[in-house]
């Protein structure tokens, strides 16, 4: 592993399914975020994790639940999945918070909810 | 809450010079980024700044005004693989990046 995986790489789902999407890094930062792209909309900022054991609200939190168990692992997880939540998924991290420390994504995973 | 405003889309040819501009009213201020994202990938770091003036790092180049709220992403020697969505991000006082819609570049020859 070099950097940040994600998986599925895409996935189409049933409305009212349970759904993980897994993410790891292999760079030990300490902080970890979830995105969603939607056109015409940027990057909106989902759930964060600024060190392990810890987690936070972003934007658009509704709908959506994260854990951050260890350094390395992000999963975020969708109870009950909805037509809205049809999006592109992308995980980040990046040493810390502040500073020039930029974030580093992962390739993102293609989600389609019908 | 943060409002980012960069234009939507931008056409520029071969080997010219094309700026991007961003504007932001955030609560707080730690920080500005540009990224780069080729469509179907994952958006990849371009710059930073945090102080006012200008950054230059090869053919990019990123200038901020923290008084007027305003950065610009300058493109020089435009390549065809250039060709990307530009992205303008501002950390506000929260430390939680936001983002701008992204502005399309596309360079023709």
């Known amino acids: 592993i070099a950097g940040i995986t994600q998986a599925p790489t895409s996935q189409i789902l049933a409305a009212g399914r349970r759904m993980t999407l897994r993410c790891t890094q292999d760079m030990r930062h300490n902080a970890m975020y979830w995105y969603r792209q939607d056109l015409g909309l940027g990057l909106r900022l989902i759930h964060y994790?600024?060190?392990?054991?810890?987690?936070g609200k972003g934007e658009v939190p509704d709908g959506y639940s994260v854990s951050r168990a260890n350094t390395d692992d992000f999963p975020l997880t969708l109870a009950s999945a909805v037509p809205s939540q049809t999006s592109v998924y992308f995980c980040?991290?990046?040493?810390?918070?502040?500073?020039?420390?930029?974030?580093?994504f992962g390739p993102g995973t293609r989600l389609t909810v019908l | 809450g943060q409002n980012i405003d960069q234009p939507t889309e931008m056409t520029a040819t071969e080997g010219a010079i094309v700026q991007i501009n961003c504007t932001y009213q955030t609560s707080g201020f730690n920080g500005l980024f540009w990224y780069q994202q080729h469509a179907g990938e994952a958006p990849t770091f371009l710059s930073y700044?945090?102080?006012?003036g200008l950054e230059e790092k090869g053919r990019f180049s990123s200038f901020l005004s923290r008084s007027k709220g305003y950065s610009y992403l300058l493109l020089k020697e435009l390549q065809m693989k250039d060709s990307a969505s530009y992205l303008c991000?501002?950390?506000?006082?929260?430390?939680?990046?936001?983002f701008g819609a992204g502005t399309t570049v596309t360079v023709r020859a």
């Open positions: 980040a991290s990046s040493d810390s918070v502040g500073g020039s420390n930029e974030q580093f």
């Open positions: 994790s600024n060190t392990a054991g810890t987690t």
């Open positions: 700044n945090v102080l006012d």
């Open positions: 991000a501002v950390r506000g006082g929260d430390y939680k990046l936001s």
